[in-house]
T-cell receptor, first 115, second 112 residues
Framework: EAGVVQSPRYKIIEKKQPVAFWCNPI?????LYWYLQNLGQGPELLIR????????DSQLPKDRFSAERLKGVDSTLKIQPAELGDSAVYLC?????????????FGPGTRLTVL | QKEVEQNSGPLSVPEGAIASLNCTYS??????FFWYRQYSGKSPELIMS????GDKEDGRFTAQLNKASQYVSLLIRDSQPSDSATYLC????????????FGKGTRLHILP
């Protein structure tokens, strides 16, 4: 069974530029999560989707971040414009069901560097 | 503020010994508990989940849960150098709509 797929794996951009990350969850997983992980920290939730509905986006900085999961399968996370402080690893995860009760499986992540 | 606390380490353990990783959490109503292993530069990998008090064993790994003490631990028997990684504890709340909370992780170093 294929795991969570993310692309790109690495991205280097200059500040104020836009950037987008893509995620394809494990087949059959209805719930998709985007996390941000800084060095030495645990992952922090940015947004959670149940099918195509964003059910928890309270931690998403909506002035510059946006996300979509139009057909309830793959998802895109966008930052526009990027700031220096956005340098981090962006992780996508998926689970069979929602909330925190189900096991979550992570993709390889995208390491973003903003110069 | 719901919190999950872990000692950041590094925890150094001789090869072949038992490594013991500990985690405490603040939300007494927490329902599900997970341990992830994260190698440097890689993403977290789920290694154990536990939902009820007591021990759960899977190969060389044993998860222990004590909800009364709000404490969950991970034991790694016969530690190998390949076990050297950061171990993240994750706790989910009583409300299934609430998000899972991750600790900052404990760095484990197995000494050859």
């Amino acid at each position: 069974e294929a795991g969570v797929v993310q692309s790109p794996r690495y991205k280097i951009i200059e500040k104020k530029q836009p950037v987008a990350f893509w995620c394809n969850p494990i087949s059959g997983h209805n719930t998709l999560y985007w996390y941000l992980q800084n060095l030495g920290q645990g992952p922090e939730l940015l947004i959670r989707y149940e099918n195509e509905e964003a059910v928890d986006d309270s931690q998403l900085p909506k002035d510059r971040f946006s996300a979509e999961r139009l057909k309830g399968v793959d998802s895109t996370l966008k930052i526009q414009p990027a700031e220096l402080g956005d340098s981090a690893v962006y992780l996508c995860a998926s689970s069979l069901g929602g909330g925190g009760w189900y096991e979550q499986f992570f993709g390889p992540g995208t390491r973003l560097t903003v110069l | 503020q719901k919190e999950v606390e872990q000692n950041s380490g590094p925890l150094s353990v001789p090869e072949g010994a038992i490594a013991s990783l500990n985690c405490t959490y603040s939300d007494r109503g927490s329902q599900s508990f997970f341990w992830y292993r994260q190698y440097s530069g890689k993403s977290p990998e789920l290694i154990m989940s536990i939902y009820s008090n007591g021990d759960k064993e899977d190969g060389r790994f044993t998860a222990q849960l004590n909800k009364a003490s709000q404490y969950v631990s991970l034991l790694i028997r016969d530690s190998q150098p390949s076990d050297s990684a950061t171990y993240l504890c994750a706790v989910s709340p009583m409300n299934r709509d609430d998000k899972i909370i991750f600790g900052k992780g404990t760095r484990l170093h197995i000494l050859p």
